[in-house]
């Protein structure tokens, strides 16, 4: 996409139209703490688990109007954005309303104020209804913007080209940059960003590391390792997406072989949560979101529904596991 002007920006967040509708690198830097308790080393790897069981369960699976760019649940709703608009359905994918939205989206986050869509250089703000509330250009010409995190006043957002979160204020004043210690390396649109606990988590993807911040911007740490194995991340750059339980384990989503897997906020591996046989197969990576005991994965067109089934657990990835993680009930 070409340089967007403030001009053009607020020409064109001004004419979205709202309709009634029914939808490299590889090792462990040093760390502050941060150590990785599990060694992917040992063990089998995750592309032969044949004795692997999910400990969640298929609850629904339903197509969506085209490609998803970005998605999230609120309030029992998920809202999804594919090109050309955003609309808005229940889990099981009944269609509640439309409208339409003219730029590529890269991200989206839900709360109580409006939509925020992340463009790849723009941020905007919608109410619930669709109607555009405020928005501003990216802080610079060459910024890929590739994901969103709010954390109480404020909003993070990765840039992949400059190689940096930007921290603005929710009224899209920019308040600092933050660099990684380790310098980032992100090959390609896999700078994943999420918030939890007073912390930020983002994905170093070409060191296939996650790094923790404070909202100041302070470094706190890293894990994480190159490899097939559980407990690693494999290929050129990964984990591509992450996201959080209420209680603080961090959800990673790789490509390559595909998988969702937890860890604990300090970087302990947990387990393995829904692997590439469960998610459908294929190389992407499946953007996910939790909702309390549910987990919603998008994979091309089509979002699916899982959630934690005691007797697969019994047998599967969470059998051993003692943790009180609200994934389990």
Same mark, same amino acid.
């Given at each position: 996409?070409?340089?967007?002007?403030r001009?053009?920006?607020?020409?064109?967040f001004?004419?979205?139209?709202?309709?009634?509708?029914?939808a490299?690198?590889?090792?462990?830097?040093?760390?502050?703490?941060?150590?990785?308790?599990?060694d992917?080393t040992?063990?089998?790897?995750a592309?032969?688990?044949?004795?692997?069981?999910?400990p969640?369960?298929?609850?629904a699976?339903?197509?969506? =109007? +085209? &490609?998803?760019?970005?998605?999230? $649940?609120?309030m029992? /709703? %998920?809202?999804?954005?594919?090109?050309g608009?955003?609309?808005?359905?229940?889990?099981?994918?009944?269609?509640?309303?439309?409208f339409?939205?003219?730029?590529?989206?890269?991200?989206?986050?839900v709360?109580?104020?409006?939509?925020?869509?992340?463009?790849?250089?723009?941020?905007q703000?919608?109410?619930? =209804? +669709? &109607?555009?509330v405020?928005?501003? $250009?990216?802080?610079? /010409? %060459?910024?890929?913007?590739?994901?969103?995190?709010?954390a109480g006043?404020?909003?993070f957002v990765?840039?992949?080209?400059?190689?940096?979160?930007?921290?603005y204020?929710?009224e899209?004043?920019?308040?600092?940059f933050?660099?990684s210690?380790?310098?980032f390396i992100?090959?390609s649109?896999?700078?994943g960003?999420s918030f939890?606990?007073?912390?930020?988590y983002?994905?170093?993807?070409?060191?296939?590391q996650?790094?923790?911040?404070?909202?100041d911007?302070?470094?706190?740490g890293?894990?994480?390792?190159?490899g097939?194995k559980?407990?690693?991340f494999?290929?050129c750059?990964?984990?591509?997406?992450?996201?959080?339980?209420?209680?603080?384990?961090?959800i990673?989503?790789?490509?390559g072989?595909p998988?969702?897997?937890?860890?604990?906020?300090?970087?302990?591996?947990?387990?393995?949560l829904?692997d590439?046989?469960?998610l459908?197969?294929?190389?992407?990576s499946y953007?996910?979101?939790?909702?309390?005991?549910?987990i919603?994965?998008?994979g091309?067109?089509k979002?699916?529904?899982?959630?934690?089934?005691?007797?697969?657990?019994?047998?599967?990835?969470?059998?051993?596991?003692?943790?009180?993680?609200?994934?389990r009930f």
């Amino acid at each position: 996409m070409g340089k967007i002007t403030r001009k053009n920006f607020l020409r064109t967040f001004g004419t979205l139209l709202a309709g009634g509708g029914v939808a490299g690198v590889t090792g462990i830097v040093a760390d502050k703490g941060f150590k990785p308790v599990y060694d992917p080393t040992q063990g089998d790897s995750a592309d032969a688990l044949g004795n692997y069981v999910s400990p969640y369960r298929q609850i629904a699976s339903f197509g969506t =109007d +085209g &490609t998803v760019e970005a998605f999230e $649940e609120f309030m029992g /709703d %998920l809202y999804i954005a594919t090109k050309g608009k955003v609309y808005v359905t229940d889990i099981y994918g009944e269609m509640k309303t439309e409208f339409a939205n003219i730029l590529p989206v890269r991200d989206m986050a839900v709360d109580g104020e409006g939509i925020w869509l992340l463009h790849p250089k723009a941020v905007q703000l919608l109410s619930h =209804d +669709g &109607t555009p509330v405020r928005g501003w $250009e990216a802080c610079s /010409d %060459l910024s890929d913007y590739c994901s969103l995190a709010l954390a109480g006043e404020h909003v993070f957002v990765t840039d992949k080209e400059n190689k940096n979160i930007v921290k603005y204020t929710r009224e899209g004043v920019l308040i600092k940059f933050i660099d990684s210690p380790n310098r980032f390396i992100i090959p390609s649109l896999t700078f994943g960003i999420s918030f939890t606990k007073g912390m930020l988590y983002c994905s170093n993807s070409g060191r296939h590391q996650i790094e923790k911040y404070t909202l100041d911007g302070e470094y706190q740490g890293c894990f994480g390792m190159a490899g097939s194995k559980p407990g690693a991340f494999c290929g050129c750059c990964n984990p591509v997406h992450l996201t959080c339980t209420e209680t603080g384990e961090i959800i990673t989503s790789e490509k390559g072989i595909p998988r969702i897997s937890c860890f604990s906020a300090d970087g302990v591996f947990r387990s393995i949560l829904l692997d590439s046989k469960a998610l459908g197969g294929g190389f992407a990576s499946y953007e996910t979101k939790i909702s309390g005991d549910k987990i919603f994965a998008a994979g091309k067109n089509k979002i699916t529904y899982y959630r934690y089934d005691s007797q697969f657990a019994a047998v599967g990835a969470c059998a051993d596991c003692g943790v009180e993680c609200p994934l389990r009930f």
